[in-house]
């Protein structure tokens, strides 16, 4: 492994940590600042307004500047965002640092892209992308568990300040080891225009399969510690550990069903179907299996809470995959409006859960609309690409 593709998923930890820190410090933010759960759905709610906004234009930024210069900017404005998270006094100032830290990580994924395609071979592309996905998995993991221990030892501020120091740190070996920019050139779009691919039933088979995902998924990222603090009592030194332990089985899950899925389209499947297949079975796991994890028992609960992370981790390896296949050479639109609509889900999933929550004092509900969600997911991927096949654009203009 490259000095610079190590960097990489470095950043990747980093990036997922530093967004998922707030969720781990709203069981001690909330009472200190007076705030209730529907101000705490908000706050969660607030790093995903921006970084969906901001998704188009950051593709932009990334095509027509300096790659490793612009990746490097955005780090270090999600860094002092995540630093004056500790400095801050009431909701109005961290909502703020929220928002900016969404669009400081908005230029990760299409930089991510934008490196990964010019800077390595075909031939080392697929291991490139697994390290990046790793990352997006095992990120939560560490996050949750590092920064709940920060929390329970030194207090919720520390917490953001160390987190974001760290991030600093990290720019000083980019700048010595990125890819060179001179490999980075900029090329012409030569795929089929967005009103063809907003015209197709499998792009919006796509767009509303990944807002269903994401919504349960973000709904786990962003209020899981406040769960298990508030409902099952855990200390924060238990909810650290075990927040973190469903995140670190979905990375295990993520890269065997990765690998099971790309031997079996090795053997010639389809490979549309196959993903579709995977898709589906991991959305529907992940849906049964949720509201199952609200039962009295800890053991018991967190038995289902592991498995329905297991689905988590089924899904998401082949999300992108299906996508990328899907599109051919109309992969990077798709891709962009995709997740600018998927990441609604991450605006909406923090704030309806804070309503729930407020309502009716409970979190059941809330693992209802989760599960819910994924439901109505499975049957986006499952029924309206039943039969698709890779787009064939000049039929599709």
Known sequence: MSISLFLLFVSVWLNYIDRGSLSVAVPRIGPELSLGPKEIGFLLSAFFWTYTVFQIAAGWIVDRYDVVKVYGLGLALWSVATIASGYVGGFAALFVCRMILGIGESVAFPSYSKILTQAYPEHQRGFANAMVDVGTKAGPALGTFLAGMLTAQYGWRLMFIVLGVVSVVWLIPWFFFAPSSKGFEKRAYTGPPMRAILALRPAWATFLGLLGYNYAFYFLLT?????????????????????????????????????????????GQPAVNVRRKFLVTGLLTSAVCLPAATVSDNLVSMTFLIIAFIGIGITTSNLWALTMTLAGPAASQWTGVQNAVGNLGGVIAPIVTGYIVAGTQSYFFAFIAASGMLFLSACFYGVMLRGERPIDWSAAK
């Open 223 to 267: 209020w899981l510690p406040s769960y298990l603090v508030n409902e099952r009592k855990f200390t924060q030194t238990m909810m650290s550990i075990y927040a973190a332990l469903p995140f670190a089985v979905t990375a295990i899950a993520s890269l065997l069903a990765g690998r099971l899925s790309d031997r079996i389209i090795a053997s």
